[in-house]
């Protein structure tokens, strides 16, 4: 192939593979193997590259081979030393912009202060779920990273916090307080965006500090910050004029007075949890003529607001591209019936536990909403009833994608209604819907929709997928604790597959485990935690049978011995054990 075209230049083949680099990284290996001159170029189009596993092949050699790696994730790392690793990252040629340590120890601060004095360009750092995150570590950021733009420190562990006094610590020992990020935001001048969540220290104080010496600001998120109240919500939103994204939790909105809210002019997304949100403040909101886009009203009182109320914010806000709605009890079908005039402009709207919502609001959601492209109605009441009342039925073939999980009452005769309506689907998940079978899922294929990604975790009644039709677009397949056990028929159809959870799947076997492996050249990803049937002895074969798998998930008395393991990465499969399972 390559000889065949000799004459064509690499500015060319680059736009080629680059095509295929968008669909799906995967879509390179096959290229790459034809010659150097393809491995070449294909290696100079990866830009984003996640470490697992620095016990078998030197992390240089690999920083080497891809020279425009800008992004590098560290939050799947397991296996060797975090801090030599981070020492080679900035020993590195290559021009940094985004670091990801979320979910590991903690951060090496030696060698970070090393990457930080040379990866000038670094702009985005994700600390989230560390299991160590104090004050200190916030110095070593400031005064190594002073360029960077988008900061997220929430939810440290922090196990040994819980009573500093009895440990005989301060709390900037055990935790990220106000003088941490009063000192960040001191030396981070070109901050915009920050994520602060689940940090019990901060008050008011860290929320004053950011809005004062980050003038830049256009992104905060406060969730579970049980101090921070709304006295630093109002300095922020009168101080931080670039605001446009404001996420908070816990906060009493009703002393919220109209000059704050008409300050922050700018904001186009409003995301509220867990909070007090009465009728007035809803009204200040639809007088105060900021330019929403995004709004979340998420698992507050509801005994503080009404319908009266937010049915004057939605028709304020008639321009909404995305909207969030969970446990209303009073919203019914006829009021979101109602609400939806309101709502033409919606692309993306969610609407969970929300109990009194039957298939009724889906149907006049995808007739009122024509730009609707993502709908998620997880714990409501579809197949309760709604349907029989709805007669005007539209098809709307905008609609990428659903999220119907954990509706009880959901059958295979309504999930045929909701597929006669959106023929376009490429996203369906319908996770812990007992009541429906394989025959529902077919309804989707038989209406012309191209699946991509199918979860079906916790159906029982579904046994098989495929039966009858080709789904060479399947790409995910999240069948953990479902029914299936025919993998047969699947793995003759699902040529296409690059991930599949298979755990708890009881009655899968050792036979349609190879029907399926030798069917789907491109898997990456398997989850077998809980297939009985699977002999330990199925991993070898795996392996070396399927060459493109890259993990693994197997239950611990399934796992191979350190040597085999090492073995195994070689060939490029990362082989884990049920106590490191990612969900895929």
């Not at 060319?12 to 790459?32: A, D, G, T, V, Y």
């Not at 001159?37 to 080497?64: G, K, M, Q, Y």
């Not at 021009?95 to 202060?113: I, W």
């Not at 996420?247 to 007090?276: H, K, M, P």
Request: net charge neutral; charged share 20%; with cysteine.
């Amino acid at each position: 192939m390559a000889e065949s075209c000799k004459d064509l230049p690499d500015e060319c083949w680059e736009l080629i593979f680059n095509r295929l680099h968008k669909l799906h990284h995967s879509h390179l290996e096959s290229p790459s193997l034809c010659c150097k001159r393809f491995l070449s170029i294909t290696n100079t189009l990866r830009t984003h590259f996640t470490l697992i596993d620095a016990t078998v092949f030197p992390i240089s050699i690999l920083l080497n081979r891809f020279p425009n790696i800008n992004s590098i994730d560290l939050s799947s790392f397991r296996n060797g030393d975090l801090d030599r690793v981070v020492a080679d990252i900035a020993s590195s040629n290559l021009n940094l912009k985004t670091l990801v340590f979320s979910g590991t120890d903690g951060l090496p601060l030696g060698s970070l202060r090393i990457l930080g004095s040379r990866m000038k360009n670094l702009r985005a750092l994700m600390c989230s779920w560390l299991r160590t995150l104090r004050d200190i570590e916030l110095f070593v950021i400031a005064d190594s990273m002073p360029c960077l733009e988008d900061l997220d420190i929430s939810y440290p562990l922090n196990s040994f916090r819980s009573d500093p006094e009895i440990q005989g610590l301060s709390q900037g020992d055990v935790g990220v307080t106000d003088m941490g990020i009063e000192v960040l935001s001191s030396k981070l001048k070109c901050l915009r965006k920050i994520n602060v969540s689940g940090n019990e220290f901060l008050t008011d104080k860290s929320l004053l500090a950011l809005s004062t010496n980050c003038v830049h600001l256009t992104d905060i998120v406060v969730r579970n910050c049980s101090l921070v109240t709304l006295d630093g919500i109002k300095f922020v939103m009168h101080n931080s004029t670039n605001l446009s994204s404001l996420s908070l939790q816990e906060i009493d909105f009703g002393r919220l007075d109209n000059y704050s809210i008409r300050c922050a002019r700018n904001i186009s997304t409003l995301e509220i949890y867990r909070s007090v949100v009465p009728d007035e403040y809803l009204h200040l909101l639809a007088n105060a003529g900021i330019p929403l886009k995004t709004f979340a009203l998420l698992f507050c009182t509801p005994v503080c607001f009404t319908f009266s109320g937010i049915s004057s914010f939605f028709n304020k806000y008639r321009a909404l591209k995305s909207l969030s709605l969970s446990a209303i009890p009073f919203l019914s079908d006829e009021k979101m019936s109602d609400l939806s005039q309101c709502l033409s402009a919606l692309v993306i709207i969610r609407l969970m536990v929300c109990y009194n919502l039957t298939e009724s609001t889906f149907f006049t959601l995808a007739k009122n909403c024509p730009l609707l492209e993502d709908i998620s109605m997880e714990r409501t009441n579809l197949g309760g009833g709604g349907g029989d009342m709805a007669t005007d039925i539209v098809q709307n073939p905008t609609i990428r994608s659903l999220n119907l999980a954990n509706n009880p009452n959901l059958t295979d005769e309504c999930l045929a209604k909701l597929a006669s309506v959106c023929p376009s689907i490429e996203v369906l998940d319908v996770s812990s819907c007992e009541r429906i079978t394989e025959k529902g899922i077919a309804e989707f294929w038989k209406r012309g929709s191209k699946i991509r990604k199918l979860r079906i975790a916790g159906c029982v009644g579904i046994r098989s997928i495929g039966n009858s039709f080709q789904l060479s677009e399947l790409e995910v397949l999240g069948a953990a604790g479902s029914g299936i056990n025919e993998l047969v028929v699947s793995g003759n159809r699902c040529g296409g597959l690059l991930h599949l959870n298979l755990k708890g799947c009881s009655g899968v076997t050792t036979v349609a485990l190879k029907e399926i492996l030798t069917n789907c050249e491109r898997l990456r990803n398997i989850n077998l935690i809980g297939c009985l049937n699977v002999s330990r002895e199925m991993v070898d074969w795996m392996v070396f049978s399927r060459p493109s798998l890259r993990k693994i998930i197997l239950p611990y008395s399934h796992l191979p011995s350190e040597s085999q393991r090492k073995l195994f990465l070689r060939h490029g499969c990362l082989v884990l054990s049920e106590q490191a399972e990612v969900e895929l």
